[in-house]
């Protein structure tokens, strides 16, 4: 069955950038979009980004100034990178499938990892 | 942006019937998502398009989305369901999905 893995450091300096990798297998990432989703106690589940196999991307406005999401459809990944973070990016990282091809709903998501912004 | 709102908590006692609201300006006009987070879990997608249950996912699950408010259904509610629950729509005027702020299911 389709799996996301994401990776990256779970610590994160102030001011510095975020970068997240979300592995997908057990289908082909040229097909489907695919989000990058954080979770925080302070603001709940907020999207971040999508992006698809053409490279086609959207951001959440809030964030569109820091944010950029990539796929890599030779390695079967997409990535997201987060700059200049503050302690306000402190949040579970979730990476999901947007379902039946579109990108409004997430049928597919991966387990998240954690990342702390700090000095 | 759009906003979502839903109960911070609603009890129910096992076989009872739990009802989640999910409130929002006209959102019988927009599709409504649902999802189940148990603790140090992702979330689930149980309810897509106001109605739809994904493969796996009980009859037990079920949802109706009119006005200014959209439902989650569990009927018979088991042990196992209790969880915090989500609802999702699609803002059109930001162009972005919107999450609520969750509600937590608590069965007695």
């Known amino acids: 069955q389709v799996q996301l893995e994401e990776s990256g450091p779970g610590l994160v300096k102030p001011s510095e950038t975020l970068s997240l990798t979300c592995t997908v297998s057990?289908?082909?990432?040229?097909?489907?979009?695919w989000s990058w989703i954080r979770q925080s106690p302070r603001k709940g589940l907020e999207w971040i980004a999508y992006?698809?196999?053409?490279?086609?991307?959207k951001y959440n406005p809030s964030l569109k100034s820091r944010v950029t999401i990539s796929v890599d459809t030779s390695k079967n990944h997409f990535s997201l990178k987060l700059s200049s973070v503050t302690a306000a990016d402190t949040a579970v990282y979730y990476c999901?499938?947007?379902?039946?091809?579109?990108?409004?709903?997430?049928?597919?998501w991966g387990q998240g990892t954690m990342v702390t912004v700090s000095s | 942006s759009y906003v979502l709102t839903q109960p911070p908590s609603v009890s129910v006692a096992p076989g009872e019937t739990a009802i989640i609201t999910c409130g929002g300006n006209?959102?019988?006009?927009?599709?409504v998502h649902w999802y189940q987070q148990k603790p140090g879990q992702a979330p689930m997608l149980v309810i897509y398009?106001?109605?739809d249950r994904p493969s796996g996912i009980p009859e037990r699950f079920s949802a109706s989305n009119f006005g200014n408010t959209a439902t989650l259904t569990i009927s018979r509610v088991e042990a196992g369901d209790e969880a915090d629950y989500y609802c999702?729509?699609?803002?059109?005027?930001?162009?972005?999905?919107?999450f609520g702020g969750g509600t937590e299911l608590t069965v007695l």
């Open positions: 999901a499938r947007g379902f039946n091809w579109n990108p409004d709903v997430f049928d597919i």
């Open positions: 057990g289908d082909s990432i040229n097909t489907y979009y």
């Open positions: 992006v698809n196999n053409s490279g086609t991307t």
């Open positions: 006209n959102i019988g006009a927009k599709s």
């Open positions: 398009y106001d109605t």
């Open positions: 999702q729509v699609w803002d059109s005027s930001s162009d972005q999905p919107v």
